[in-house]
Nanobody
Framework: QAQVVESGGGLVQPGGSLRLSCVAS????????MGWYRQAPGNQRELVAS???????DYPDAVKGRFTCSRDNGKDTVYLQMNNLKPEDTAVYFC?????????????WGQGTQVTVSS
């Protein structure tokens, strides 16, 4: 069964950095677009980065210039480098695959990885 496993979260001070990883299994990773999402308590899950199979990336304004998404098809892994983190970035971060739109993810959601930005 196809699945994703996220890792790399933690507690970081405002202005700090984290690099999240997401390993996919059970699918032809190189042919799928991938997205990073986050969900803060009381909020809906939101898309924070997407990367196509041809490595084109897109970000919402809230993270543009601070977050960078990349992928390594040889390792079936997608990364999210997060710099200049802010308290409002605190959330559980998830990744998922999609075919046409990141609003319609393909796989069951993983456990996610907690990111807490606090002094």
């Amino acid at each position: 069964q196809a699945q994703v496993v996220e890792s790399g979260g933690g507690l970081v001070q405002p202005g700090g950095s984290l690099r999240l990883s997401c390993v996919a299994s059970g699918l032809m990773f190189r042919f799928f677009h991938m997205g990073w999402y986050r969900q803060a308590p009381g909020n809906q899950r939101e898309l924070v980065a997407s990367i196509t199979e041809s490595e084109m990336t897109d970000y919402p304004d809230a993270v543009k210039g601070r977050f960078t998404c990349s992928r390594d098809n040889g390792k079936d892994t997608v990364y999210l480098q997060m710099n200049n983190l802010k308290p409002e970035d605190t959330a559980v971060y998830f990744c998922n695959a999609y075919v046409r739109s990141p609003d319609v993810p393909t796989l069951p959601w993983g456990q996610g990885t907690q990111v807490t930005v606090s002094s």
